[in-house]
């Protein structure tokens, strides 16, 4: 009778990282009923690690599809992640709490709407077409009808 061949399933158990935190990068979600995240470290140990209260999973599936590294300690229950290391500059207010984002082109993306508001005037994206531009003297509703409340227009 041949030999039957036995194969283990490569698990990664809970490991002690030791003191300190520890920088690693996502492998991918682990789907199993515990969850988790499979993170390798610099020394090449494999270890699941689990968010801590605060990290959300938006961040970590960033970080996972960037391979942007984050960083873990010892948790009670095994390795925790504390969040992520930034590596570039984000949006961010100076002194003076004027932001600026630059870049060759800039793509903004919602569900439902968006609405950019500057001082009294303001302009509505619906996600069902509908544009509403509001100004201190001009509404513009736009749909299926273009509407034009004003007490001067003008058109050419």
Not at 79 to 107: M, W
């Amino acid at each position: 009778m041949p030999n039957k061949v036995v194969r283990k399933r490569r698990t990664t158990k809970a490991v002690e990282l030791g003191p300190g935190l520890h920088a690693a990068t996502l492998e991918l979600q682990v789907a199993s009923p515990a969850g988790g995240f499979r993170a390798r470290l610099p020394d090449g140990r494999v270890v699941v690690a689990h968010p801590s209260p605060g990290v959300t999973t938006r961040l970590l599936d960033d970080c996972l599809r960037a391979r942007r590294v984050v960083l873990l300690t010892d948790g009670s229950n095994g390795p925790l992640i504390l969040g992520a290391l930034q590596t570039d500059v984000g949006a961010r207010a100076d002194s003076q709490e004027n932001v600026a984002l630059e870049g060759r082109t800039l793509d903004l993306s919602a569900k439902d709407r968006i609405t950019l508001t500057v001082g009294e005037t303001r302009l509505t994206l619906e996600k069902d077409g509908a544009v509403r531009w509001v100004g201190e003297r001009m509404t513009l509703d736009m749909g299926a009808l273009v509407q034009i409340l004003s007490a001067n227009v003008r058109l050419p």
